[in-house]
């Protein structure tokens, strides 16, 4: 079974819009969630992070939204320029498990001028 | 500073055989993950390393499947008797510590193709 999901596999905007890229989990021990940017023949990157504690965390462009209620978290940039397409994966890790990160499949975002 | 570095970064073998894929982490990361993504999926957890030890090895998918790290440095993932399943991109990151917290710096992967 995917405890964390990414139902979207692409998504496609136009540059100064939003980009809102969504997460789904399944098991209600994570507590600590990233989202990661990869750029084709490269390793992904670190974006943004959240806490359980929080809902909400922003940094510049990007802002995360937790709604633990719901298992839910979004991403959003704004607002979205060209450089921005790339694949962005969501990863879970829980308290006690911390070495043992699970990603999403991966929403592929297009930025068109 | 040198960021995760991997080699090789493509690597063609035959099926049956055997290969080494190797990891240099980032100096003084204590953390040590390796990866699998095939073609169009996401990354799979395959093991972790808090300094030379792997505490869970669940994630590995065969007994085909090993990994050692030593000097709480480099690491590497070997890949007995290879299958064509087994092509992939095998992505290898360390962390500062072994924490959910702490973000994980990524290599650049190495491309496996068994054929």
């Known amino acids: 079974d995917q405890q964390v999901k990414q139902n979207s596999p692409s998504l496609s905007v136009q540059e100064g819009r939003i980009s809102i890229l969504n997460c789904d989990y399944t098991n209600s021990m994570f507590d600590y969630f990233l989202w990661y940017k990869k750029y084709p023949a490269e390793g992904p990157t670190f974006l943004i992070s959240?806490?359980?504690?929080?809902d909400k965390n922003e940094d510049g462009r990007f802002t995360v939204f937790l709604n633990k209620s719901a298992k839910h978290l979004s991403l959003h940039i704004v607002p979205s320029q060209p450089g921005d397409s790339a694949v962005y994966f969501c990863a879970a890790s829980a308290l006690g498990h911390a070495g043992k990160s699970t990603f999403g499949d991966g929403t592929t975002l297009t930025v068109k001028p | 500073g040198a960021g995760v570095s991997q080699s090789p970064s493509n690597k063609v073998t035959e099926k049956g055989k055997d290969v080494e894929l190797r990891c240099d982490p980032i100096?003084?990361?204590?953390?040590l993950y390796w990866y699998r993504q095939r073609l169009g999926q996401g990354l799979e957890f395959l093991i972790y390393f808090q300094g030379n030890s792997a505490p869970d090895k669940s994630g590995l998918p065969s007994d085909r499947f090993s990994a050692e790290r030593t000097g709480e440095s480099v690491s590497t993932l070997t890949i007995q008797r290879t299958q064509q399943e087994d092509s992939a991109v095998y992505l290898c990151?360390?962390?500062?510590?072994?924490?959910?917290?702490?973000?994980?710096?990524f290599g650049p992967g190495t491309r496996l193709t068994v054929t």
């Open positions: 959240i806490s359980s504690i929080k």
């Open positions: 100096s003084g990361h204590t953390a």
């Open positions: 990151a360390s962390s500062l510590e072994v924490s959910g917290s702490y973000e994980q710096y």
